[in-house]
């Protein structure tokens, strides 16, 4: 191209999005993005999903990049376009997912720092003040020959490190100004987006290698906690190495239950509030535990860090220093770092290592796991319905590899968590930071196109797809063959269990007869042009699971569960025969195992505040 030709700036933006490889991108036209709808389509390379609420777009694009490691983009309009968005980035904040939203806002007389009026123009206001705290970066591109920079720099640094959200804001008579080619400013990593200073080179990375080796070397239980930082930096496929060849068993964070498959001799589950039994005895008493990509989230360490792994020394690797001074007190090494730099050195350096055997270490995990499978007697049927945890452990018995499985909150979430059994090449990708209901349709959405329109089973539940169900209409308009299980229970169940605790069982808005009701969804299923099944009984679902997960259309499957059932096994506070309340270490789960057992069980001294509970 001639540099003095004039070009518009929302032509350069579609033009972007195609220099970058960006195939699919969602959002919702307004009169404040409609130069860049226009420019991306009449470039013709990049498809707009246009779905319907701007929540969805920052969320399906998130999940897109989680699916297939593409970037994508949401592209929303001024006013509540913008504002619709926000659920999305602060989600994708929370879990360090890369995302570039690209806002349309008023003409650029109303979108300044001087403006302190509450109504920009017609419907505008400071988006990017707006997200500000829950973006890597956002800016308002108020001289157009700024907008490449801003949107190169915008996407580099999504991605980079810890990865998160960015968003850039283009007022509409920006979007459709026309400057010279040889005037349009570009971003240089080095000098706009250089590493933090915080973080050790690969290079540098030797000594932090030889301490973890000398601690390693010293430890009886060693144990790896593995995390989705080790995803983010792309070292998953290291992982099978990393194992082998240091023979040292691991723990897999929720984010990152399927980098390794479930079944993995040297795996041995998910640790947390909502964990498996023998994966909470195993960190408990472990003497080492090494972090790595992990943000040690409370969920998964419980909500007293120093009741962690109490008796064992811990390392963590993050890139982001602020998650390791967040427990500083607790580390003995913190290490900021690259995941991925430090898992290729640690598997460099075990090669060449003879390690001590922890095969007395690991047959004391292989006990905990065959004692404390993770479907038990606390998972029984009712008379009437079919145990959540029951039907997702015989569902990924039946799933063959190759399914991305995304999931919305409740039962979805913790059933899912608990109990899905992964096989190499499935994925199981949910929010965790935010625990935002809704999830689930857009996570499917951006799964399909990510994987081309490939294999997505949404598991959801009655009250969280009534939070995005107007996306319903995004997958039939697409044809995209998603199959949505609903676990119906008449409404919010997780919540019914917050009132039986600290209300005595006093129910406000958590079922039919308290306030909230969720529709008959066969008839949902028929308005949005869905296929529909439904599952009550073991017989059912014999009938039924095949021909739903098979058929190459959408479906809904209702899958009818106990309105009160319990989510066991479940680190939970209770009262111990002195009248006192207690608050257990992670091991002690509820339903609470004799003390005489647990003392049995322990390797490192039993808990004193345990010692009291009812048996
Ligand atoms: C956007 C949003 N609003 C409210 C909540 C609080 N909340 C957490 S779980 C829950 C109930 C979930 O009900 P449902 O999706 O049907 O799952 P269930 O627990 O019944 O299986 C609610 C209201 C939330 N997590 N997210
Ligand atoms: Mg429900």
């Known amino acids: 191209m001639n540099n003095n030709t004039s070009v518009k700036i929302s032509d350069e933006i579609a033009l972007f999005l195609k220099e970058k490889g960006i195939r699919h991108v969602f959002g919702i036209v307004g009169a404040g993005n409609a130069h860049i709808f226009d420019s991306i389509g009449k470039l013709g390379y990049t498809e707009i999903i246009s779905v319907h609420h701007e929540q969805a777009a920052v969320m399906s694009a998130a999940v897109y990049y989680r699916t297939c490691n593409k970037v994508?983009?949401?592209?929303?309009?001024?006013?509540?376009?913008?504002?619709?968005?926000?659920?999305?980035?602060?989600?994708?904040?929370?879990?360090?997912?890369?995302?570039?939203?690209?806002?349309?806002?008023?003409?650029?007389?109303?979108?300044?720092?001087?403006?302190?009026?509450?109504?920009?123009?017609?419907?505008?206001?400071?988006?990017?003040?707006?997200?500000?705290k829950v973006t890597k970066y956002s800016s308002r591109v108020l001289d157009a020959k700024n907008a490449t920079y801003e949107i190169e720099k915008a996407y580099d640094i999504c991605s980079s490190d810890r990865p998160g959200p960015c968003w850039i804001d283009v007022p509409m008579d920006i979007q459709a100004t026309k400057i010279e080619a040889n005037k349009i400013r570009h971003f240089e990593k080095e000098v706009d987006n250089p590493r933090p200073a915080s973080v050790i080179s690969a290079e540098n990375l030797a000594g932090s290698i030889q301490k973890t080796f000398e601690m390693i070397e010293n430890a009886q239980r060693p144990l790896l906690w593995l995390g989705h930082g080790i995803r983010l930096s792309g070292a998953t496929d290291k992982l099978e190495a990393?194992?082998?060849?240091?023979?040292?068993?691991?723990?897999?964070?929720?984010?990152?239950?399927?980098?390794?498959?479930?079944?993995?001799?040297?795996?041995?589950?998910?640790?947390?509030?909502?964990?498996?039994?023998?994966?909470?005895?195993?960190?408990?008493?472990?003497?080492?535990?090494?972090?790595?990509?992990?943000?040690?989230?409370?969920?998964?360490?419980?909500?007293?860090?120093?009741?962690?792994?109490?008796?064992?020394?811990?390392?963590?690797?993050?890139?982001?220093?602020?998650?390791?001074?967040?427990?500083?007190?607790?580390?003995?090494?913190?290490?900021?770092?690259?995941?991925?730099?430090?898992?290729?050195?640690?598997?460099?350096?075990?090669?060449?290592?003879?390690?001590?055997?922890?095969?007395?270490?690991?047959?004391?995990?292989?006990?905990?796991?065959?004692?404390?499978?993770?479907?038990?007697?606390?998972?029984?049927?009712?008379?009437?319905?079919?145990?959540?945890?029951?039907?997702?452990?015989?569902?990924?018995?039946?799933?063959?590899?190759?399914?991305?499985?995304?999931?919305?909150?409740?039962?979805?979430?913790?059933?899912?968590?608990?109990?899905?059994?992964?096989?190499?090449?499935?994925?199981?990708?949910?929010?965790?930071?935010?625990?935002?209901?809704?999830f689930g349709l857009p996570a499917a959405i951006g799964a399909s196109f990510a994987s081309d329109k490939g294999k997505v089973l949404c598991l959801n539940c009655d009250g969280g797809i009534m939070m995005n169900l107007q996306e319903l209409q995004t997958l039939d308009h697409h044809q995209l063959p998603i199959k949505i299980i609903i676990f119906n229970n008449d409404g919010y169940l997780m919540i019914k269990h917050t009132q039986n605790n600290l209300f005595d069982k006093r129910y406000v808005c958590t079922n039919r007869s308290t306030g909230v009701s969720c529709p008959d969804f066969s008839k949902v299923a028929e308005a949005f042009n869905l296929e529909y099944y439904s599952i009550k009984t073991w017989e059912d679902y014999n009938n039924n699971l095949s021909t739903f997960l098979e058929s190459d259309k959408a479906a809904i499957c209702d899958v009818y569960m106990e309105p009160e059932q319990k989510f066991y096994p479940k680190v939970d506070t209770y009262i111990d025969k002195n009248g006192n309340m207690v608050s257990p270490p992670l091991e002690d789960m509820s339903p609470l195992i004799s003390r005489q057992q647990l003392k049995e069980d322990m390797v490192i001294k039993v808990h004193e505040s345990c010692m009291g509970a009812d048996e």
């Not at 972090?291 to 390392?315: D, F, H, S």
């Open 242 to 438: 990393l194992l082998e060849s240091t023979q040292i068993p691991a723990l897999l964070t929720w984010q990152a239950m399927d980098m390794l498959p479930s079944d993995h001799e040297l795996v041995f589950g998910r640790a947390g509030v909502y964990g498996q039994r023998h994966s909470n005895f195993i960190v408990q008493n472990c003497d080492l535990l090494i972090c790595i990509g992990t943000r040690m989230a409370y969920p998964q360490i419980g909500y007293n860090v120093n009741e962690l792994a109490r008796e064992a020394k811990i390392i963590t690797l993050d890139i982001d220093e602020q998650e390791l001074n967040k427990f500083s007190d607790r580390i003995d090494l913190p290490i900021c770092a690259n995941a991925k730099d430090y898992v290729g050195q640690l598997i460099e350096v075990a090669s060449k290592t003879k390690l001590p055997s922890f095969k007395p270490w690991l047959d004391i995990c292989n006990k905990y796991k065959d004692k404390y499978p993770v479907i038990g007697k606390e998972h029984d049927d009712t008379q009437e319905f079919i145990n959540s945890y029951r039907f997702i452990d015989k569902l990924s018995e039946d799933l063959e590899g190759g399914w991305n499985i995304v999931t919305d909150m409740g039962t979805a979430l913790l059933s899912g968590h608990q109990a899905l059994n992964l096989k190499d090449k499935q994925r199981l990708i949910t929010s965790t930071g935010l625990g935002e209901m809704g």
């Open 72 to 132: 994508s983009a949401a592209i929303v309009t001024t006013g509540g376009g913008s504002s619709n968005a926000v659920t999305g980035v602060v989600s994708a904040w929370m879990d360090s997912l890369p995302v570039l939203i690209i806002s349309g806002n008023e003409k650029s007389v109303h979108t300044t720092e001087q403006n302190t009026l509450r109504v920009w123009g017609v419907q505008g206001y400071d988006s990017v003040a707006m997200v500000n």
